[in-house]
């Protein structure tokens, strides 16, 4: 049941204004210390170890070489929470530290295209169902069979495998099928061991080009002039920036390198970045009119020919090296606190390792020169480690401060009066004095109780005077009657008549009837 609405109100309705300051401030109050308690395991730790950690400002290249996805997990290249051990989904990302390649430009460029040879979708293979009768008594290849149910892997892959293992009739012991299979008609033999394959990227073309550079899962082919270079390799040291310096041309042979960038000007030029791995291959070397990927990656990998002898334009990966093996985190704790599913695209940005002939993730990377720190990060700056904590440390420290500053002004200038009501003490005008009527009305009564009081010992006065009695001489200080003589008793003259007239008027004319005494 509801409060009955002529039933009166025991605590007074309080000023809505004072309630919403206490209760804005005492919140301001508890979110900056929440703040400061979780800030300082998402920010202030994270932030002293940044700057005490000794990594390199300047970026060096990396290349993932390796990906594991544990069920253990001891340790993982990105958590989505650092506040807990991460499980679950657990990446463990090892990479390559080198120094950057050669930044290059290649000079009136024609016939350039760009074949795409990305990885392939597993789920687009044609499935056989052979628990499904005759389905897979004319089958051949290499099958990736889980109970009956077998995909072919050689419509897009070229597989170096050996059958080594038993022999199972696929019509008559179709549930044996689990694994790898190389199948001839209705007989599968099992591929017991590991193996690696190579995508089919057909229509690769090779007619009158001098010119082919590996960017990513592309493979960019092109009949340049000549080609020049903006920097020098030293090895695992520093690079340094040159004059361009023309490295390459037409002359020397078909050029092949791998980049990290590629773009095509719109003058008849194309420029590369940390181009590395470059060799040289005789005028009519490369299939005519096109190759597959399996046969680029072939010549590529037999071409022994460096373009620069002394390996200072378009070096070997190996000469670059730094550190050959090292775990990497996305940042110094290995972990993010977003919760925004970050670790599956640093996972998707960063966890290509090469297999089956795909490109392996190239980034840039910060690492220590301490050969026993065992990781490197992709993410270190620390000029915005020192943005983020300098916000992190003004904005709830001066909200903590403002809201206790203003409590404290509340706590003085807020009273609580005699009817439970709170009230702003303001210029100070005490709200304790307040009455039932209203502010100044107790102080008016009291003056007018005094006043009262005056007019009572006015008339205590007079009433001696009218009976003859004598009054103390302290009480008639200041007073004109003490000029006038006294005359003895049964003389009357016109001192005296004149003496009655005036106390006899002032009787009458300066004393109330009734007067109104407040108590």
Request: proline share 4%.
């Given at each position: ?39 300082s ?43 807990t ?7 463990q ?47 051949r ?19 170096h ?15 044996k099928l ?22 089919y ?16 899962d ?34 020397d042979?078909?050029l ?34 096109f ?29 670059l ?9 996305i ?29 392996q ?47 404290c ?45 005056d ?28 000029l ?6 049964g ?29």
């Amino acid at each position: 049941m509801g409060r009955r609405k002529d039933k009166p109100r025991v605590i007074p309705e309080q000023d809505a204004r004072i309630c919403r300051a206490i209760c804005l401030c005492q919140l301001t109050m508890v979110l900056s210390c929440v703040s400061i308690v979780y800030l300082s395991v998402a920010i202030y730790s994270p932030s002293l170890k940044a700057f005490k950690s000794g990594f390199e400002l300047d970026p060096v290249m990396c290349q993932t070489v390796d990906r594991q996805m544990p069920n253990n997990c001891p340790w993982a290249s990105c958590g989505e929470w650092c506040l807990t051990k991460t499980s679950g989904f657990c990446p463990q990302i090892h990479s390559i530290v080198r120094r950057n390649g050669t930044d290059i430009q290649l000079n009136n460029c024609t016939r350039v295209t760009n074949t795409s040879c990305a990885m392939i979708d597993l789920s687009r293979l044609n499935k056989f169902n052979c628990n499904n009768g005759t389905a897979c008594n004319n089958i051949r290849g290499v099958f990736n069979c889980s109970n009956g149910h077998c995909k072919n892997m050689s419509e897009f892959f070229l597989c170096h495998h050996k059958a080594d293992g038993l022999t199972v009739n696929s019509q008559k012991d179709n549930t044996k099928l689990n694994g790898f299979f190389e199948c001839h008609g209705v007989h599968c033999t099992k591929i017991k061991k590991p193996f690696s394959c190579d995508r089919y990227c057909s229509k690769i073309t090779t007619t009158n080009v001098n010119t082919l550079i590996m960017h990513e899962d592309n493979l960019i082919a092109a009949d340049c002039e000549n080609a020049v270079a903006f920097n020098q390799a030293r090895g695992s040291e520093h690079g340094v920036r040159i004059e361009p310096f023309e490295f390459w041309k037409e002359d020397d042979g078909n050029l092949l390198t791998n980049c990290a960038t590629v773009t095509r000007e719109s003058d008849n030029r194309i420029t590369a970045t940390d181009c590395i791995n470059g060799t040289l291959l005789e005028h009519d070397t490369l299939p005519a009119p096109f190759m597959n990927f399996t046969q680029f990656w072939a010549i590529y990998e037999n071409s022994t020919r460096s373009v620069d002898p002394e390996q200072r334009y378009l070096p070997n990966q190996a000469n670059l090296t730094i550190y050959s093996w090292k775990k990497l985190f996305i940042n110094l704790e290995g972990c993010v606190n977003t919760l925004r599913g970050e670790c599956k695209d640093f996972v998707a940005r960063y966890g290509n390792d090469g297999d089956n002939n795909t490109a392996q993730s190239r980034y840039q990377c910060y690492y220590n020169k301490d050969s026993n720190v065992e990781f490197v990060v992709a993410r270190y700056d620390l000029d915005k480690v020192y943005r983020e904590l300098l916000v992190s440390l003004i904005v709830p420290i001066v909200l903590f401060v403002i809201s206790s500053i203003s409590l404290c002004i509340i706590t003085k200038s807020v009273k609580v009066g005699d009817d439970a009501k709170m009230r702003c003490v303001c210029a100070g005008d005490d709200s304790d004095n307040d009455g039932p009527f209203g502010p100044g009305v107790a102080n008016k009564q009291q003056d007018q109780m005094y006043d009262t009081d005056d007019d009572v010992v006015d008339l205590e006065h007079q009433e001696l005077s009218d009976h003859g009695l004598p009054l103390d001489n302290h009480e008639l200080i200041g007073s004109t009657k003490l000029l006038i003589p006294i005359s003895p008793a049964g003389d009357s003259g016109p001192s005296d008549q004149l003496f009655d007239h005036d106390q006899e008027k002032a009787t009458t004319c300066d004393v109330p009837e009734k007067p109104l005494v407040i108590l």
